[in-house]
């Protein structure tokens, strides 16, 4: 394995890569609370610095491009300062963004987190989780179906904010199933038969607990659970990431392989799915097995 990737590094050859989803504008705000407020009891956040980045599918985008990858970028942001924002740091980070289309009557999702002395104390979200309309549907369909063909693997950042519909779902894996590429799906969905079609899945525990009739409280359950859910989608396997436990793989009609992690003390979570995702992809895109990959 060693060898196959130094020889990944060591090429020019970078993996291309589609990733479709959810777009959002992550805000931080830094600071400290020395003192309570007056007016109401609510810390007061004496403000140090602040900085956005990308989040959502445009998180996983970010982490493609560092590592070595070709990204093409499909979802849908509003004609607002947020979306201008957005817009202006995907085309700083050298991520392709011409499928990236802007919404008429709803905002760029975004989210705010305040920060004060490296714990979270409050977050803000501004969304419209409603389905997109017909006419961004038809646009996002034609830029992949156009894409796709030429790409070495497809993502779906699934954050249910209303890109990835049925009908934008079905088209990815009918064109994706046609060109021999396989799609990978990082779910927020519990209605897993959504996802049917996909070639890997990579949900965390909760949200398996959340997208199946089994009440998880050992291995056991959770092998159960995986067995239910592979049967449910067909897909060829199962990432599940479980915190603290690391990560087991469940390839279809194989026994499960538990990855472990080296557990550390963690302020901030945001975006490990992402990792996760980009990582497995990238990995598969240059020849990996699903458990070297994992």
Not at 3 to 22: A, T
Not at 209 to 236: C, G, M, W
Request: proline letters at 4%; glycine letters at 6%; hydrophobic letters at 40%.
């Amino acid at each position: 394995m060693k060898i196959k990737f130094k020889n990944f590094l060591e090429s020019n050859h970078r993996p291309r890569i589609i990733v479709i989803g959810d777009l959002i504008l992550d805000e931080y705000i830094w600071g400290s609370v020395n003192r309570i407020s007056p007016e109401a009891p609510v810390p007061i956040l004496d403000t140090k610095s602040e900085n956005l980045t990308l989040g959502g599918a445009a998180n996983v985008a970010h982490n493609l491009i560092a590592l070595g990858c070709e990204v093409n970028l499909v979802g849908a942001i509003g004609r607002d300062e947020k979306g201008d924002k957005l817009l202006a740091i995907v085309e700083e980070k050298s991520i392709l963004s011409n499928g990236v289309f802007r919404f008429v009557h709803r905002p760029t999702t975004s989210k705010i987190r305040v920060i004060a002395h490296n714990q979270q104390i409050l977050r803000i979200d501004k969304e419209d989780k409603r389905p997109i309309t017909e006419e961004t549907e038809n646009k996002i369909i034609k830029f992949i179906n156009k894409m796709i063909p030429d790409m070495d693997i497809v993502i779906c950042s699934d954050y249910s904010k209303g890109i990835l519909t049925e009908k934008v779902f079905n088209a990815i894996i009918h064109r994706a199933k046609n060109s021999k590429k396989r799609v990978i799906v990082d779910p927020k969905s519990h209605n897993f038969e959504f996802y049917k079609g996909a070639t890997i899945i990579t949900p965390n525990q909760f949200e398996v607990e959340k997208a199946v009739p089994i009440k998880i409280q050992d291995k056991v359950d959770l092998d159960r659970s995986a067995e239910y859910l592979l049967n449910l989608t067909h897909a060829e396997a199962l990432l599940i990431t479980r915190g603290k436990d690391g990560m087991t793989l469940y390839p279809t009609k194989e026994k499960p392989i538990d990855i472990p992690t080296q557990a550390k003390e963690v302020f901030d979570v945001t975006g490990a799915g992402d990792t996760v995702v980009s990582v497995l992809a990238m990995a598969l895109a240059v020849g990996f097995n699903y458990q070297d990959s994992a």
